[in-house]
């Protein structure tokens, strides 16, 4: 399997902070609140609460991606 | 390949400028010989695009992409038989750039040309030429060369032309795709052009300059090319020359030409300069002994952390304040955000409130520290390249005028700060003083 990192659509992210409370290991917030992630791949023992970070964004803004998303 | 009417020498865009305004369609023809014809076969359309591949013309609207890859990816996107669509950006939304809007005034066909030679490059079904809403000038001699090259152009696919808002991110790419389809400048997130462009279609977004380098590949193919410029960075660029010069306007410069022969040519500095600003809003500053050595190709700017960037080359005298300026651009930078992503939206005004304070000496030596650490905040935090630019500035502001810093950190303004600007900012765009006879001599006189 290929590894994945965390990214953010920075445009859609609102700082409701979720995903950071979920996984501090990997998303710490700046003082607005919005998160900043971790450039590492995720390891595998924190891949499921990853998942859950996902999932858990109100914003759909969190995202795991395969590579380094290009951006526009 | 027809015999290059502008042999290896400069100017080459710039050779059909005259005083007497845009230069036409007969005027045009005669210098570089009509349009190809469209290309017939897959086989003239590959042998096309491996010369600009082979060319390694990149992109002049800041980036510096190379065009060939650009195109191979439109081709590669989407369904085989997607229509596919061009689009030449002249928003030029950095006010300290006036080249592209020179450009599509004085040599509009030469522009439309490579808008047309784009387009048979990847079967496009149309091309839009976006330019800012209040570049009028260059807008009615666009209009009129549509007029002039209607007969000439009948076959091929129409080119429209379409005014986008004067705002510094209407040129972001993905912007100007929102800005056609009706909406306000707003940068988007992934997806890129070449995979969902104009009307949701895989689309080629190309500067004016690359695709006016490009009319001129087609014609006279890369070995010309590259007898300007470094291997690396072969050809010209087009540079716009403001603050202490001589003669300020447009000049058509060779890659890699010393920062200090463009000087010469623009008559020499109108007084002893402390810095020089690199590539526009979103370069860098550089400190006058520096600049003196510095050439004008990525490859050795990026050495020292600059780039070609917009193309802008601003000098700033000892007599004016560098922080000054700089202030004003950060406020200005925050206020063109489109303020969609919240590190951008709360570090841009931050960034300019700070920098403010610290000008006045509310800050103490404490207002540096906090400046670096808002550019780590923003920097590469937003869904397009507007705060790393304004980051970059900030950075290069601190670390260019260090002693200046000290100096405002103890005693607040300087003189400086209360002299004119160099550069003005608002309205959104200076139309002064673009000397058509300065980029004439500094074409000329640089190789």
Request: with cysteine; charged share 20%.
């Amino acid at each position: 399997m290929s590894k994945q990192r965390l990214i953010v659509d920075p445009i859609s992210c609102d700082a409701h902070g979720i995903c950071a409370e979920l996984l501090p290991e990997l998303i710490a917030t700046d003082e607005w609140g919005y998160p900043l992630l971790s450039e590492q791949h995720v390891p595998a023992e924190l891949l499921a609460l990853a998942r859950q970070a996902v999932r858990s964004c109100p914003r759909r803004a969190l995202l795991l991606a395969a590579q380094r998303e290009k951006r526009a | 390949m027809r015999a290059p009417a502008t042999a290896a020498t400069l100017p080459r865009l710039l050779a059909g400028i005259s005083d007497e305004g845009p230069c036409a369609l007969e005027a045009h023809q005669r210098l570089h010989g009509p349009l190809p014809p469209p290309l017939r076969s897959k086989r003239e359309r590959t042998a096309l695009l491996d010369e600009v591949e082979r060319a390694r013309l990149c992109g002049r609207g800041g980036a510096y992409f190379p065009l060939a890859q650009k195109l191979r990816a439109v081709l590669a996107a989407g369904h085989v038989r997607a229509p596919r669509y061009v689009v030449a950006n002249g928003a030029e939304g950095d006010p300290s750039s006036a080249k592209d809007r020179t450009l599509m005034r004085l040599l509009p066909h030469l522009v439309l040309d490579g808008v047309a030679i784009a387009g048979d490059l990847i079967g496009a079904r149309g091309a839009v030429l976006a330019i800012g809403a209040d570049a009028h000038d260059a807008q009615s001699a666009l209009e009129r060369a549509l007029q002039e090259r209607a007969r000439a152009d009948e076959g091929r696919p129409r080119t429209e032309l379409v005014t986008v808002p004067n705002r510094y991110i209407s040129g972001q790419e993905t912007a100007l795709l929102r800005c056609l389809e009706g909406g306000a400048p707003l940068p988007r997130f992934a997806s890129p052009p070449h995979q969902r462009g104009l009307r949701g279609q895989p689309t080629l977004v190309s500067n004016v300059e690359t695709l006016a380098h490009l009319a001129l590949i087609a014609r006279y193919g890369a070995d010309w090319f590259a007898q300007l410029g470094s291997g690396h960075e072969p050809g010209s660029v087009l540079v716009t020359l403001w603050g202490a010069a001589c003669n300020p306007g447009v000049y058509e410069v060779e890659q890699g030409a010393p920062l200090g022969a463009l000087i010469d040519a623009a008559g020499g500095a109108a007084a002893p300069l402390r810095a020089v600003l690199c590539g526009g809003l979103a370069g860098g500053w550089v400190d006058s002994s520096e600049a003196a050595m510095i050439t004008l190709d990525n490859r050795a700017l990026s050495k020292r952390g600059l780039g070609l960037g917009a193309g802008t080359l601003l000098l700033l005298p000892e007599h004016a304040c560098g922080l000054a300026e700089t202030a004003r651009m950060l406020r200005f930078l925050a206020a063109e955000a489109a303020g969609q992503c919240g590190p951008c939206r709360h570090g841009l005004p931050a960034i300019a409130d700070c920098f403010e304070e610290t000008l006045r000496g509310h800050r103490g030596a404490r207002g540096s520290k906090r400046l670096l650490e808002l550019a780590a905040l923003i920097d590469r935090r937003g869904a397009c390249s507007h705060p790393d630019g304004s980051a970059r500035l900030l950075r290069s502001a601190l670390r260019v005028f260090a002693r200046e810093l000290e100096w405002h950190a103890r005693n607040g303004l300087c003189p400086g700060c209360e002299a004119e600007p160099i550069l003005q900012l608002r309205p959104a765009r200076a139309p002064r003083a673009l000397a058509i006879s300065g980029a004439r001599e500094g074409a000329r006189s640089l190789r």
